[in-house]
């Protein structure tokens, strides 16, 4: 831990070295720290400016006008200003972990900054995670109940924030579920947690947003609710502009924060990883210029020589071997510019440069034989379904528009 006082409001300070700057960015943990230099900032942008417009009018209740407008009182007020305008405000789309592999490598990347939660499709807390890190569990689907009610026994005792709905009902391999059962499900299993004020995240679908419309209705039409809009989406490294009309059109049709809990480029794009990598960075940028999509999780929490099938490239993987967080990793653990090839300082990247580029020329990638295929049925579903629908941006969500969710 460590400790400093600010003298401006003799106030004391205790702040997490691990949640300090890192990279170019604040991570999200900062938050009450940036909260309150920002508060500061703002306060001592008012007694000077009061103080020197008008001399005479403005008397704080704890300070006279001689000690405001004494030089060193106006020198501690510019540097407690300037101190605040240092510290980044952190807001945006929170980054978690979508956790598919060993959990001995969960303290590799969860102890990370701008990593702020994780969940797991079907089990619970991951005992490895950093204790501050949030889990959100997630009920897969009508076929895991065991893991489910496990699940629900932990929560007894560890009560969450928030709880992720099932598992892409839209596709016949995964949930499987029709809209109407699903609200039955929902409302036998999850709606009792929203009552008690646990948040609840739609179910997450792989491209059908017409699925998520009946589901909601038949949810309504039963007393409940949902409180976030949770989707899925893999494609091809050239589809940026796809994947940003997907989720701004859930954006436009629902109303409510957004929580993308997997993103992934395909096998069959034939990506190379610098196009992996481009799309992450690209994309997570944007999610973060919304306003709107509140949290948002890479599917790479696997080592590029494992992934969890061969459908998404292994080239996601946010670890390589043996459970060390790859170059992608880094990037996504510690920095949201993407201009930056890492989150690491310079000197520590051109000294790890040659071991990791060794690395990757090792790994057993399964490359996709053939032309490439950036659209697959998937995709195409998706297309058809999002042809009727404007490719104007839903509007990013600011100071003040904030809140305006159902």
Request: overall charge negative.
């Amino acid at each position: 831990m460590r400790a400093f006082m600010c003298r401006a409001c003799l106030a004391k300070v205790t702040v997490r070295s691990d949640m300090l700057f890192r990279g170019d960015k604040w991570a999200t943990h900062a938050k009450p720290v940036t909260s309150f230099f920002s508060s500061l900032h703002h306060r001592s942008r008012l007694l000077s400016t009061a103080a020197d417009d008008d001399k005479h009018s403005f008397t704080p209740h704890s300070l006279n006008n001689e000690m405001l407008l004494s030089a060193p009182f106006k020198t501690l007020l510019a540097s407690v200003a300037l101190l605040a305008a240092l510290v980044p405000s952190v807001s945006g789309t929170a980054r978690g972990l979508a956790w598919a592999t060993d959990n001995d490598y969960a303290p590799n990347i969860g102890d990370k900054p701008m990593i702020s939660w994780y969940y797991h499709w079907e089990d619970g807390i991951v005992p490895q995670m950093p204790s501050d890190l949030e889990f959100v569990p997630q009920f897969w689907g009508n076929t895991k109940w065991s893991q489910w009610n496990s699940v629900k026994s932990e929560m007894n005792s560890h009560w969450p924030k928030h709880i992720l709905g099932f598992n892409e009902p839209d596709i016949q391999s995964q949930a499987n579920m029709s809209p109407e059962y699903a609200a039955q499900v929902w409302m036998q299993e999850l709606h009792p947690y929203g009552t008690k004020g646990v948040k609840l995240v739609s179910p997450a679908v792989a491209y059908n947003l017409d699925w998520t419309d009946s589901f909601i209705s038949a949810v309504a039409k039963s007393g409940g609710w949902v409180d976030m809009v949770g989707v899925h989406w893999y494609g091809s490294w050239q589809d940026l502009a796809g994947f940003k009309k997907y989720v701004s059109t859930a954006r436009s049709r629902f109303n409510r924060k957004i929580w993308v809990t997997e993103i992934g480029i395909t096998t069959a794009s034939a990506p190379s990883q610098a196009q992996v990598k481009t799309f992450m960075m690209d994309a997570f940028s944007w999610m973060q210029s919304t306003g709107y999509v509140d949290r948002a999780s890479w599917f790479g929490c696997f080592e590029a020589t494992s992934p969890p099938d061969n459908y998404a490239t292994g080239k996601n993987a946010l670890l390589k071997t043996p459970g060390q967080p790859s170059d992608m990793g880094m990037w996504y653990s510690y920095t949201t510019n993407p201009d930056r090839r890492s989150g690491v300082p310079a000197e520590d990247r051109r000294a790890r440069h040659h071991a990791i580029a060794a690395r990757v020329a090792d790994e057993d990638w399964v490359e996709w034989e053939g032309e490439p295929i950036h659209c697959d049925a998937i995709c195409e579903l998706r297309n058809e379904m999002l042809a009727g629908y404007s490719d104007e941006e839903a509007p990013h969500v600011t100071e003040d528009t904030e809140g305006d969710e159902l």
